[in-house]
C-alpha cells in the first residue's frame, strides 16, 4: 500500500449542495433557480457571469438562503470574476470584496477598487485576515462564493494545466472519432489558435463554440479567415458542407442547440468533458514527483479549501459557482461517476503544505 503524502478532500465538505453551473439551477433544490426567477426578474436570456443580470438572479438565490448582508467573491479571473465582483459591488444589496488570485503576477497582494489582487494562493490566509481587519467580519450574515474551475480546484498558475489537458482529452476524443488520421500536434495547434482573444466575437469565449470551430477548420471545412470574416456562430454553421457524417452531426448539433438558445450547445463534448475531468482525478501515486502532479492531475486549492471549511464554521454560507454547463460536472443517469462536487482528490497546498 503507498505511502498517503496528500490529504483528500471533497468540495460539498463546505459547499454542500449550495453550486450552480452556467444553466443558474442549484443543485440544492430548496433553492430558486432561473427557470424559476426569470419572470420575477423580467429576463429572458439566461446572463454569463459578465452580465449584472447574474447577479440579480444570484441575490435571489441567497435571498432565499437566508439573511444575508455581506459578501466574500474567492476566483482567479479579471474578467468574469471581477464582473460579478463588480457588480454585486454596484447591486448597493451586500457589501462586497472580492480576492482575485493568479500565482505569480504580483508579488503579496494590492489592494483595488472592489477587489484585492493576490499573487500566491499562499497569500489567501493573509488576505482574509486584512479584510476582516479593514472591511468587515465573517459571520452568519457573510456568503462566500467560491469559483471552481481554476479557483477551488486545478489553481491558476499552479494546478490548471490540469483542467486544460481534461479538456483536450474530451475534445480530442470527439476529433478522433471524426478523423481516421489525427494528429494531436496539428489539432492542439489549430485548437489553440481559434481559442485566442482574436475569435472571441465569434466563439464568445465558450468552449463548446471552441471545440466544433477547431473541428471544422483542421478538417478543412473552415478556414481562420472565414472565422474572422463572420458576423457570429450560427453564421458560420449555417454555411457548414461535409461529407463527414461526424462533423455534420456535430455542426447541426450546436447550430440546432444556438438557435434555441440552449446554454450547453455541445452536449457531446460537455459529457466527454466531465468524464475526463472525473478522470484526472486522484489518479496518480502519492509519490509521483509533484511537478507532474501539478500539471496532469486535477487537485483541491488547499488554501482555499482550509478557508472554506473555516469560513463555514464561522456561519457564512459558502456558495460554489462555475461557468460550466452541468453536463460537464453531474453524471448522466445511469452513470457510476459522482459528480465533480463528490468526487475525493488530493489536496495541494494549505496549512499542512503539500500534505
Sequence with gaps: MSEKLYRRGKLSNFFGSNIVF??????????????????????RILPRKKDKEYVKVLSEMFRAAGSFSKIIYIGDTLMSDLSVINNFAKSGLFKTIGIITREGEVDGFEENENYIFSGSWANLPDVLVHIENK??????????????????????????????????????????????DISAEEFLSVYNKVNKREFFSITEDNQDFVSILSMLVYGGVLSLADLRNARSISNLLMG????????????????????????????????????????RADFMQDKTPVETLLSEEIMITGEVYDAALDLKSRGALVFG???????????????TLPPIYEKKMKIYGGKSGRT
Design 321 to 335: 459557482v462555475s461557468d460550466k454547463p452541468a453536463l460537464s460536472s453531474i453524471p448522466q443517469e445511469g452513470s
Design 135 to 180: 472591511f468587515f467580519s465573517v459571520d452568519k450574515s457573510t456568503v462566500v462564493i467560491i469559483d471552481i474551475d481554476k479557483t477551488v480546484i486545478g489553481a491558476r498558475g499552479r494546478n490548471e494545466k490540469a483542467i486544460d489537458r481534461a479538456r483536450m482529452d474530451a475534445i480530442f476524443m470527439l476529433a478522433k472519432r471524426a478523423f481516421r
Design 22 to 43: 452556467r444553466e443558474l439551477e442549484p443543485v440544492n433544490k430548496n433553492l430558486p433557480g432561473f427557470s424559476a426567477l426569470k419572470g420575477k426578474l423580467g429576463l
Design 240 to 279: 457548414v458542407e461535409t461529407k463527414n457524417p461526424v462533423i455534420l452531426e456535430y455542426a447541426e448539433t450546436v447550430l440546432q442547440n444556438v438557435k434555441t438558445q440552449n446554454p450547453t450547445a455541445f452536449p457531446q463534448f460537455r459529457k466527454a468533458e466531465f468524464e475526463k475531468t472525473i478522470a
